[in-house]
Structures are given as structure tokens and as C-alpha cells.
């Protein structure tokens, strides 16, 4: 069973930034791919970022150029970083892996963004 655990979320004035980790059970190097997904109250939860096990990234328009993902399979964590924050990240913020079968979530972070 995987379990993804994340953590780093809190709050922080619009320009600052944060990083987000996310912790996971299980040998992530099988993992096709890690990212983050985020939701806003009464919103739809969206892509933010994904990393493949290849290495290669994906990121939402919102995120390009501030945002950066990252894995380290030796610490099976994978991160967020995201710098010159905006209220308009306010979300919380959920790890996501993908198995060949299976799709996981995080508990899920608060991220929250004040001007």
C-alpha cells in the first residue's frame, strides 16, 4: 500500500515563498509519475506540477516560472517550490503518484497566501 504524507504548507505573505514536501511509503522509482495537484474552495482540484520517473516536468501556466518541482528517489520525496507566492495559490495543496494500476493522493496541505 502507498501512502504519500505531505508537509511544508502554511501561511506566508504574497511574494514569499515555500516549499512542500511529500513523503512516500513504497519504492518510488516505480512511481511513472509524482506531482502536486491543487484546490481552492469551491473549486476543481488542478494540475500544478508533474515529474516523471524519466525526469522530465510538467507545470500548470498558473506555476511556470515560479514554481519547481523535484524528486530525490533515495529519500522517496518528492517537492514543491514555489517562490513569489500569490493569493491566488491559496489551496490545498495534494501529492498524487501513479502506478502502472493505481492512482494515490495525499492527506493534502493548506497553502495559504495573504496580500
Known amino acids: 500500500q502507498v501512502q504519500l504524507v505531505e508537509s511544508g504548507g502554511g501561511l506566508v505573505q504574497a511574494g514569499g515563498s515555500l516549499r512542500l514536501s511529500c513523503a512516500a511509503s513504497?519504492?518510488?522509482?516505480?512511481?511513472?509519475?509524482m506531482g502536486w495537484y491543487r484546490q481552492a474552495p469551491g473549486k476543481q482540484r488542478d494540475l500544478v506540477a508533474t515529474?516523471?520517473?524519466?525526469?522530465?516536468?510538467n507545470y500548470a501556466d498558473s506555476g511556470k516560472g515560479r514554481f519547481t518541482i523535484s524528486r530525490d528517489n533515495a529519500k522517496n520525496t518528492v517537492y514543491l517550490q514555489m517562490n513569489s507566492l500569490k493569493p491566488e495559490d491559496t489551496a490545498v495543496y495534494y501529492c498524487?503518484?501513479?502506478?502502472?494500476?493505481?492512482?494515490?493522493w495525499g492527506q493534502g496541505t493548506q497553502v495559504t497566501v495573504s496580500s
Open positions: 515529474a516523471t520517473g524519466g525526469g522530465s516536468t
Open positions: 513504497g519504492n518510488i522509482a516505480s512511481f511513472i509519475v
Open positions: 498524487y503518484t501513479r502506478t502502472v494500476s493505481t492512482n494515490y
